[in-house]
């Protein structure tokens, strides 16, 4: 007896669990007819379907059903509804259309043509919807439109979470709003909170710019966004790109972290850095964080970098750009550096403050300011002004130098053709024969200097005033003064290529000293041992 006990123990526990489950699936909730003008019910044909003609009245738990006419199976616990459908769940909820099947098991409703819900201030219209009672979800797969109080959205897929307030939208989405178009491959809209949630493509227009962004969200009510993915802001005459756009609608504003580059289309220049701030009112910005300024020219583009870059409007309204601490540049046939720099788009002339240094054909000048004037997009003039110096390296040992008041460089073609020493003119230059040989040392004063360059070598010195100065052969320059007064040679500190202008001296005295360091350890090392 014990043994079939124990046999049939598993199948009397299996029947405990699952015959209640069994007969919950079976209870069917009631569907009351409220009302309706006539009853028909044909026996022969159908007997478990009631047909329902004029001023139906049904009701479902929490939900009324209205419609003109209706046929109702209540073995089934189902019905279908024809004309003037209407719907009312939870008193809040009102759909509307010309038919309705309903199943009351499920409590879900599939309606047809001339569709429209309504939810409080929100309503959504489509020719198809489904809705469920149990889930309050309603869906969409054949377009739809949602109007609220500010903005107009279609779609071709939408459900419609309406306690929670939550539309979901996927396939060509397009949102209206008076101030802006949306469009998108797919997003979350919360009714309430007014947000939009970007989950794909979106691009939004707007009269003064264009947005593109694959991840993020707006709030249409404080016009405050974050865009997360991919992103893009295009307005009339520049560029915005960042790993992450911050941008407050009403205040003007955008911020853009990481691996922003803004580019002025229009004057070819592009900034960037990791940190952008913009006023987009006066387009005004500010960028820090690895900073890198580019003045692009196809035959050769101008590379600079500096602590911080900041793009302002001048009195004129002309756009200038400034660059301070730490400033570097690099081109191929110039190189600068300075503690601050200001490029005015007004008169296309940069200037460079604080201990300023170019590097030009092998030469390096040097001044208390030193100005780069273009014209036609091409350089014409370098402006070296107070205490002027000039130096290049005539071999290992020997140094011409010019020395002045102030010296004006004109360019032809990218080329440093003459240089004017206006005031107070020196010079120490080391003249050679026509085998290439040195032959002396000259050394020279006058009040006006002009000098010719060919190539990367003094061609030609013009005084206009008479000078004051010798001639010394070479066997006695070791006796003599081979420096101007001031003289420097600053070669370690040019950028020899694009990447060093992100070096500065103290980086490179720093790594000197670790070097240092560590061969005084590996000398004191071999020594003990």
């Avoid at 007969?23 to 009351?32: G, N, T």
């Avoid at 009339?236 to 609608?249: A, C, F, N, P, Q």
């Avoid at 208390?368 to 997009?377: A, F, G, V």
């Avoid at 040992?397 to 073609?413: D, F």
Wanted: aromatic share 10%.
């Amino acid at each position: 007896m014990a043994n079939i006990a124990k046999k049939y123990l598993s199948l009397i526990l299996l029947m405990v669990i699952v015959l209640p489950q069994i007969s919950i699936a079976q209870k069917r909730s009631k569907i009351d007819i409220k009302n309706s003008n006539s009853l028909v019910i044909d026996r022969d044909i159908n007997p478990d379907v009631q047909k329902l003609i004029g001023d139906v009245f049904m009701m479902h738990e929490n939900m009324k059903l209205y419609c003109d006419s209706a046929y109702y199976n209540e073995k089934k616990s189902e019905f279908e509804a024809f004309s003037q459908v209407h719907i009312i769940n939870a008193d809040t909820v009102h759909i509307y259309g010309d038919y309705l099947k309903y199943n009351g098991n499920n409590k879900k409703a599939a309606l047809k043509n001339n569709i429209t819900l309504k939810n409080q201030k929100v309503s959504l219209t489509t020719n198809k919807l489904d809705y469920d009672m149990n889930l309050n979800v309603g869906y969409y797969d054949q377009g739809g439109t949602i109007v609220d109080s500010t903005n107009v959205l279609t779609s071709v897929i939408g459900r419609y979470y309406t306690k929670k307030n939550l539309f979901f939208f996927k396939d060509s989405v397009v949102l209206v709003n008076p101030d802006y178009t949306l469009y998108s491959d797919t997003l979350k809209y919360q009714t309430v909170s007014k947000i939009i949630n970007i989950l794909g493509p979106t691009r939004i227009e707007s009269e003064k710019e264009t947005l593109y962004t694959e991840l993020g969200w707006y709030n249409t009510q404080t016009g405050i966004s974050h865009l997360l993915k991919n992103n893009k802001v295009n307005r009339e005459t520049y560029e915005v790109k960042g790993d992450s756009i911050h941008l407050d609608k009403f205040n003007e504003l955008a911020m853009v972290y990481r691996n922003v580059e803004l580019q002025d289309t229009l004057n070819r220049l592009i900034a960037r850095g990791h940190y952008l701030e913009m006023h987009k009112d006066t387009e005004e910005a500010f960028l820090t964080d690895s900073t890198l300024f580019i003045h692009v020219n196809k035959q050769d583009s101008l590379f600079l970098h500096s602590d911080t870059i900041r793009i302002e409007k001048d009195t004129n309204n002309f756009n200038r750009i400034l660059a301070y601490n730490k400033v570097k540049f690099f081109r191929s046939n110039l190189q600068g550096k300075c503690d601050s720099l200001s490029y005015s788009l007004q008169d296309s002339t940069m200037r460079m403050f604080n201990d300023p240094i170019i590097w030009a054909q092998g030469n390096q000048i040097t001044a208390d300011t030193i100005s780069i004037e273009s014209q036609n997009k091409a350089i014409k003039y370098l402006h070296f002004r107070t205490n002027a110096f000039l130096c290049s390296r005539e071999d290992s040992t020997l140094y011409n130098q010019i020395k002045g008041r102030n010296m004006l460089g004109h360019v032809s073609e990218n080329h440093l053709d003459k240089l004017d020493i206006i005031g107070n003119g020196e010079t120490l230059y080391f003249p050679r024969d026509d085998h290439g040989i040195i032959v002396g040392m000259n050394v020279a004063k006058s009040s006006s200097i002009s000098i010719s360059i060919l190539g990367q070598k003094i061609d030609q010195i013009l005084f206009t005033k008479k000078p004051d100065g010798n001639m010394y052969p070479l066997f006695d320059i070791v006796n003599q003064k081979r420096f101007l007064k001031d003289f420097e040679w600053k070669d370690n500190l040019r950028p020899k290529t694009k990447d060093d202008i992100f070096i500065w001296e103290s980086s490179i005295i720093e790594l000197q000293n670790k070097l240092k360091n560590r061969l005084e350890k590996v000398i004191q090392k071999e020594l003990e041992e």
